[in-house]
């Protein structure tokens, strides 16, 4: 008898383990969804206020393999990217600069103390509009990026990352 209030003791132990464990990812879906929507709806915003119509982190690849090929990016007004990474911030001639990278791309801009700010922010999601003016093919096997360019940064947004990010 003893075993049998034993075992009803640890599968009720078990079963409400197992409840609050999915409750908990439940919970953290949630967050993860909300999120997505306050980003998603940051982006159409500036989407709308920059009237965007190129984003460089969903760019199908193969369309544009040469240099060339960008010619009707860089003559858009503005461009949108989301998934950056910042290799490094310096200084030339007095003047702060950024280089961000992504799987393909790496860019290099003129930012302003504020912009520096918002890049320095460690726990953030960077979400940026930017306008490439020249944009060339790295020929070079050793690169991690297939393409380098320049511009500047228009704006950008600095997202607080959500604890389960």
Do not use: H
Request: charge should be negative.
């Amino acid at each position: 008898m003893k075993n049998f209030i034993l075992i009803i003791l640890l599968t009720s132990i078990l079963v409400s383990c197992t409840s609050e464990d999915e409750k908990m990812k439940n919970e953290e879906e949630r967050l993860k969804e909300l999120k997505n929507i306050e980003t998603n709806k940051i982006i159409d915003s500036l989407v709308y206020k920059y009237n965007i119509s190129y984003n460089w982190d969903t760019l199908r690849f193969r369309k544009y393999r040469y240099t060339s090929d960008f010619k009707p990016i860089i003559n858009s007004n503005c461009q949108l990217i989301t998934k950056i990474y910042v290799d490094d911030i310096y200084e030339i001639d007095g003047i702060q600069f950024v280089s961000i990278s992504n799987e393909r791309f790496s860019f290099s801009f003129p930012i302003s103390m504020e912009q520096e700010i918002k890049l320095r922010e460690e726990k953030s999601n960077i979400i940026m509009v930017i306008r490439i003016s020249n944009i060339k093919k790295i020929v070079d096997e050793d690169s991690s990026n297939d393409f380098i360019g320049s511009g500047e940064i228009i704006d950008i947004v600095a997202l607080k990352k959500w604890n389960n990010q």
